[in-house]
């Protein structure tokens, strides 16, 4: 029974001296090439002052030679603890776990990498066929040998990380990819529209002016009644009465061919957008109905009627799209680029920490979020006179670009809507202390 206690006593004895020798001295190893690597940092105070404080020196010296006695072994661990200690303050905002793991992601070695295996093979070759007088300089030891001996429970979790921050990158280049082309193509329907809105004008101006000609022209107590752009010759060929109808019917042709090459080009413009409301309409068991004219509608009338039909449309998709559905991916664009831009720092800093792929995931969410809802707390035309000032003050922005800001700079607009949710509701700010 003693014998069994003596070794269960021993072997927690061993796990507590590799605990301290191996993994909390390498953490101490990995703190003092951090702060010697930084400009902004100093090691002076472990090397210049006899403080009582554990040196430089005396941290190498542990595990360089073996302790006289069990005391020296409690001097040494008590020591490596004291440095650690010492070394997370001399480093902060940094720690020993955030270094480690920061080099675990984007270490400048990894061996588990293919193409690191590839060259430590050939290395290996070479080794082989030079002699033994040729070390292998695989086998040297590097900054994430001594991260995965300071923090082993990291290895594997630094490598989901990095798999998981790889896929959340290619699918926000993807989402910005659709964004950019669902833009363009908004841009572009919105375009023909306005475009299309220019020339209906303009024919009504000609009409006017037509009917004015017409009415010039009847004055003329002898001259029968005309309506211009309708008389032919007996080839078929348009016959004109006078300049001002030529000058006039030229006009109106020019624009009723541009009108048609404005409609042509809107309706093959909806075309994707009928495509995939068929295709949703046809998940639910009901296919849209095609767009028909009354049965009593003359050619003419039904032409009309299909022109009108294409031009809501493209004017509904216009609206659904820039209001509500571009303001979605923007804000999940803005928050993407707010994630990426606080990973790239924290690599700089050597601040990652495991936790930051579900803070990710979260400002991920949350962007996707206040992009779908911040244009119904805005105005995006600007300041009406007379109106109290929003949360955007005296800005006039699009709603594409607001809902990136906002997904970009979530945790700043949840603020100011704590703030607007209290001065509608009449709620004390809890931070504020009432007054004596």
Known sequence: MSSS????????????????????LNEVFLLLDHISGRWDKSLYN???????????????AIGLAPPEGDQQRVAQAVKVLCAKDKLNAAAR???????????????????RDWRSWMRSMMFRHEAAQAGPELAPHWEKPTRLTLARYA???????AERFNR???WIVVLLLLGLVL??????????????????DTLQAQQLTLFKSIEEAEIKHATNATAPPVQFCTE???????????TEEYQLCTRRRALSEQLAVVRMNLRNWLVPWRTCYAKVAGLFGQLPEEEAAPASATPAEKARYMRRGTEEQARVVTLVVGTAVLPLFYGILGAGAAVVRGLWAKMRE???SPRDYTLALLQLALGATIGACIALFVNPSGQTPGSEIGLLGHWALSTSALSFIAGFGVEGVFVALESLVRRVFNISDPARRPAD
């Open 93 to 111: 905002p940094a720690t020993g776990l955030t270094i480690a793991f920061t080099l675990l992601v984007v270490g400048e070695d990894n061996r």
């Open 5 to 24: 206690s003596d070794e269960n006593g021993s072997a927690a004895c061993q796990r507590i001296e590799d605990f301290i020798f191996v993994r909390e």
């Open 179 to 196: 964004t950019c082309v669902m833009s363009w193509h908004v841009t572009g329907g919105s375009a023909m529209l306005q475009h299309l």
């Open 232 to 242: 032919v010759d007996m080839t078929g060929a348009p016959h004109f009465r006078s």
């Open 350 to 352: 050597s601040l990652l």
């Open 46 to 60: 472990f090397h210049s002052h006899d403080d009582g404080e554990p040196h430089i020196d005396e941290l190498c």
């Open 164 to 166: 998981r921050i790889f």
């Open 151 to 157: 923090f082993p429970g990291l290895v594997k979790v």
